[in-house]
C-alpha cells in the first residue's frame, strides 16, 4: 500500500520560498500524477496543481505565476515551491497521488506552514 | 468563490438518509469525486467516477450525477459520518481541478 510523507519547514518568513517535499513508499512514483493541496485556517481544501512522472505539470491559475512543482523519479518523490509567500499562504499543504481525474486515493499526513517574520 | 457550489452546512437525525450536493457547469459530463475531511486529519477518498467506492468505504455512501449536479447520499447516518465533505471535480476550463466550498454535516 502506498504511503506518502512529508517533509520541510513550518515556519516561512514573508516574501520567502515554501518548499515542501513529498516521498512515496510502497509504490513506484511512475504512474499517476502527483498533487499538492492546501486548506487554510477555517477555510476549504484548494488544489494547488500536480505533477506526473515525466515531469509535466499543471496549476491552478491563481498561483502559477508563483509555484513550480517537480519530480525527482530516482528518489520516489516530488516537491512543492512556493514563492514570495505571504500571511495568505498560511496552510495545511497535503501531498497526493491522484489515480484519475481528481481521485486523489492517497493523501501525505499533512504539514503546517505558517508565514509570518 | 469555487466553480463548484456546495451547501455550507446540512444535518441529518441519526440513522437518517442525506444528501449533499454539489453543483457546477463543468459537471456536465464529468464526474465528481467526494472526500470527507475530520480535523487533524487528511481528506478520505470515499465516491469517484460513477459512484465507486474505494476499498474499506461503507456502502452506506454512494454517488449520483444529474446534469450540472453531484451528489454524495449517506444512508443510515452515523456519528462517525459527522464531517465535512468536498466534492472535486475538473473546473469549467477542463484543465485544472477544483474543490467546491465544502458541505459541514452534523448528525443530530
Known amino acids: 500500500q502506498v504511503q506518502l510523507h512529508q517533509s520541510g519547514p513550518g515556519l516561512v518568513k514573508p516574501s520567502e520560498t515554501l518548499s515542501l517535499t513529498c516521498t512515496v513508499s510502497?509504490?513506484?512514483?511512475?504512474?499517476?500524477?502527483w498533487n499538492w493541496i492546501r486548506q487554510p485556517p477555517g477555510k476549504g481544501l484548494e488544489w494547488i496543481g500536480s505533477?506526473?512522472?515525466?515531469?509535466?505539470?499543471i496549476y491552478d491559475p491563481s498561483l502559477s505565476s508563483r509555484v513550480t512543482i517537480s519530480v525527482d523519479t530516482s528518489k520516489n518523490r516530488f516537491s512543492l515551491n512556493l514563492r514570495s509567500v505571504t500571511a495568505a499562504d498560511t496552510a495545511e499543504y497535503f501531498c497526493?497521488?491522484?489515480?484519475?481525474?481528481?481521485?486523489?486515493?492517497?493523501w501525505g499526513p499533512g504539514a503546517q506552514v505558517i508565514v509570518s517574520s | 468563490s469555487s466553480e463548484l457550489t456546495q451547501d455550507p452546512a446540512v444535518s441529518v437525525a441519526l440513522g437518517q438518509t442525506i444528501g449533499i450536493t454539489c453543483q457546477g457547469d463543468?459537471?456536465?459530463?464529468?464526474?465528481a469525486s467526494w472526500y470527507q475531511k475530520k480535523p487533524g486529519q487528511p481528506p478520505l477518498l470515499v465516491i469517484y467516477?460513477?459512484?465507486i467506492r474505494p476499498s474499506g468505504i461503507s456502502g452506506r455512501f454512494s454517488g449520483s450525477n444529474s446534469g450540472n449536479t453531484a451528489a454524495l447520499t449517506i444512508t443510515g447516518a452515523q456519528a462517525a459520518d459527522e464531517a465535512e465533505y468536498y466534492c472535486?471535480?475538473?473546473?469549467?476550463?477542463?484543465?485544472?481541478?477544483?474543490f467546491g466550498g465544502g458541505t459541514e454535516l452534523t448528525v443530530l
Open positions: 463543468s459537471l456536465r459530463g464529468n464526474y
Open positions: 497526493a497521488r491522484d489515480m484519475g481525474v481528481g481521485d486523489f486515493d492517497s
Open positions: 510502497g509504490g513506484s512514483i511512475g504512474i499517476f500524477y
Open positions: 505533477v506526473s512522472y515525466s515531469g509535466s505539470t
Open positions: 467516477g460513477q459512484n
Open positions: 472535486c471535480a475538473r473546473d469549467n476550463s477542463g484543465n485544472h481541478l477544483v
